[in-house]
């Protein structure tokens, strides 16, 4: 079974930097598109950023694309979400989630896609 435990959350103000990490157990992630996604107070868990198995294709939702970036690195068991010129409307709870494909390449972004999630890290950004 795998397990995701996400972190480097934290409260920042308006401009600075966050990186996030997903580490995983139980089952190596090479075998795992992997995903962040975030929730608001009162909104639905959005899709924020996708990287495949492969590590060679990545997908951003609009409103964070040129700020954020997502990487990974399957001989650490880790994903990461470098967050950078930060707003306030990024504050969320952010979730790390995997998918398990047989396909290298493939970049999943729906939330009913993913198998498997992190229990969230909360990222408050101050104005």
């Known amino acids: 079974q795998l397990q995701l435990v996400e972190s480097g959350g934290e409260l920042v103000q308006a401009g600075d930097s966050l990186r996030l990490s997903c580490a995983a157990s139980?089952?190596?992630?090479?075998?795992?598109?992997m995903g962040w996604f975030r929730q608001a107070p009162g909104k639905e868990r959005e899709f924020v950023a996708g990287i495949s198995r492969d590590g060679g294709n990545t997908y951003y939702t609009d409103s964070v694309k040129g700020r954020f970036t997502i990487s990974r690195d399957n001989a650490k068991n880790t994903v990461i979400l470098q967050m950078n010129s930060l707003k306030p409307e990024d504050t969320a709870v952010y979730y790390c989630?995997?998918?398990?494909?047989?396909?290298?390449?493939?970049?999943?972004?729906?939330?009913?896609?993913?198998?498997?999630w992190g229990q969230g890290t909360q990222v408050t950004v101050s104005s």
């Open positions: 139980g089952r190596t992630l090479s075998i795992y598109a």
């Open positions: 989630a995997a998918r398990s494909t047989s396909t290298g390449w493939y970049v999943a972004s729906q939330t009913s896609e993913f198998n498997y």
